[in-house]
């Protein structure tokens, strides 16, 4: 098979490839180094991807209802569009040729215009003020798919942040410091369980000291009267009872 007619199926097999919906477009090469891209009365839903060096671009009288974001940006070349005779649909997804309209008067043969929906018909996309396009773009907790699910995932982290600190602000924690532990610093406060066992030592009047001293060995959980209180009660015992008790 010859090459120029292999290379002419390439082609024809690439257009075909990028309109899956109407005839091919027809391109053409301008004296001024630019192309000239003809899609009109093709049948398109879609527009399809454009060379950078494009100049003209003819795509009046399809069935296209937007135009995909960014689509236009990178044509800077180009002098003449018509876009005419497509049935729009002005939602938000018009909102970037609405744009790129308004920043492009001159280049536009024939302003385009809404076909729906029914309060906008036959409106053209450019006059379309901001004022009708307010609710677009609103972050949600409810609404479409995948924003959905993150929108009440990012609700639900947010209501649980509200909820812990709510929690925290009506709780109260008390801290009990013994008088044993006066004198010591805040974070030098360790167990109150002491570490060592104590001994007492106490003398009965009248009975020898061997058979009248013994040891109380106890482990003091925590203290038993108030200190406060203690000079009180060793001297009743004293007076009393006659009982001397002795810290060793």
């Known amino acids: 098979m010859p090459p120029g007619l292999i290379l002419a199926a390439f082609l024809l097999w690439a257009t075909s490839r990028a309109h899956p919906i109407g005839r091919p477009c027809l391109y053409s090469v301008l004296q001024s180094a630019g192309l000239q891209v003809n899609c009109s009365s093709s049948g398109l839903v879609e527009l399809p991807p454009l060379a950078s060096h494009t100049t003209e671009l003819h795509v ?29 649909h002005c939602d938000c997804r018009i909102q970037y040729l609405r744009s790129w309209l308004l920043r492009n008067r001159a280049v536009v ?4 215009t809404c076909a729906s929906p ?4 036959q409106k053209a996309i450019a006059d379309l ?21 993150m929108g009440a995932m990012l609700c639900c982290i947010i209501a649980l942040l509200l909820w812990s600190l709510r929690l925290a602000k009506s709780s109260t924690f008390t801290l009990c410091i013994g008088d044993r532990h006066v004198g010591l610093e805040a974070d030098s406060l360790r167990s109150l369980k002491p570490k060592h066992r104590r001994r007492l030592h106490t003398t009965l009047p009248g009975v020898s000291a061997d058979l009248t001293s013994f040891t109380c060995t106890q482990e003091l959980e ?18 009393k009872h006659k009982i001397k008790i002795k810290a060793t």
Request: hydrophobic share 30%.
């Open 118 to 121: 029914s309060s906008v018909a």
């Open 109 to 112: 043969s024939e302003q385009p």
């Open 60 to 88: 009046q009288d399809n069935r296209l209802t937007s135009v995909s974001p960014g689509l236009f940006d990178g044509l800077v070349g180009l002098k003449k569009v018509s876009l005419s005779g497509n049935p729009f």
């Open 222 to 239: 925590r203290p038993l009267i108030s200190m406060e209180l203690l000079p009180q009660v060793l001297d009743t015992l004293h007076k």
């Open 129 to 149: 003020t901001d004022e009708y396009f307010s609710s677009c773009g609103r972050p949600s907790c409810t609404g479409g798919t995948y924003s959905t699910a």
